[in-house]
């Protein structure tokens, strides 16, 4: 019954290994977006798809590649880790790419840890 | 650029008192605000939202006040609970879709 998925929960691993985080949403949204919540607590987007298509993508480096094969998955792999990639990742999902009166919808979370 | 900022960090409050959690934008072409609370351990939650065309809003037990003029937004929470016990993030809508969040108050509610 969980609105928007997020799969692991928990992720620890070595510096330069390659993962992925993968994101399923039931609310029949079009759009979904990933977030970055660093150990201060402060949150940015960093990707967003709408109905498969990237249509945000932040200043992120390009280790990262997001992944949508149809609306309702997001996926976020993630190569060569490195240290300063340890944080929270939360997907979230949106009726249409934010506008006014759409609310974003947000998954548990992956804590991410890079050893 | 875009800033969206929260004067405190950290919030203690005795159960029964009402909370106000504050908030400074930067971006005064936003239209759309929002509040977001996050549990320990879970995703942030929707908890309020308000148009810029609009000086307050009110939910159950919640309240959120705009000042435009001084590109300010505040979060009531009446009556707090323990179970208001939470990290509270304002956030605003750019025109460009993105949403962008202040940097968040963690809220303490003293039994």
């Known amino acids: 019954d969980t609105a928007v998925s997020q799969t692991p929960k928990y992720l620890v691993t070595q510096m330069g290994n390659d993962k992925s985080i993968k994101c399923e949403q039931n609310?029949?949204?079009?759009?979904m977006y990933w977030y970055k919540q660093d150990s201060k607590k402060f949150l940015k987007i960093m990707f967003s798809?709408?109905?498969?298509?990237?249509?945000i993508n932040e200043t992120v480096p390009n280790r990262f590649s997001p992944k949508s094969p149809d609306k309702a998955h997001l996926n976020l792999h993630i190569n060569s880790l490195e240290l300063g990639d340890s944080a929270v990742y939360f997907c979230?999902?949106?009726?249409?790419?934010?506008?006014?009166?759409?609310?974003?919808?947000f998954g548990a979370g992956t804590r991410l840890s890079v050893l | 650029g875009e800033s969206v900022g929260l004067h405190l960090p950290t919030l203690s409050v005795q159960e029964g008192d009402n909370s106000i959690i504050n908030c400074a934008y930067s971006?005064?072409?936003?239209?759309?605000f929002i509040w977001y609370k996050q549990e320990s351990g879970k995703g942030p939650q929707f908890i309020i939202d308000?148009?810029?065309?609009?000086d307050k809003r009110q939910g159950q037990r919640v309240t959120v006040l705009l000042n435009k003029t001084v590109k300010h937004l505040s979060l009531q929470i009446a009556a707090t609970q323990p179970g208001d016990s939470a990290v509270y993030f304002c956030?605003?809508?750019?025109?460009?879709?993105?949403?962008?969040f202040g940097q968040g108050t963690e809220l303490s509610v003293k039994p």
């Open positions: 979230a999902s949106s009726g249409t790419p934010g506008g006014p009166g759409n609310i974003q919808y």
């Open positions: 609310l029949g949204h079009d759009t």
């Open positions: 798809y709408n109905n498969k298509e990237l249509i």
């Open positions: 971006n005064s072409a936003s239209d759309y």
């Open positions: 308000i148009r810029s065309n609009m």
């Open positions: 956030a605003e809508i750019t025109r460009g879709g993105k949403l962008i």
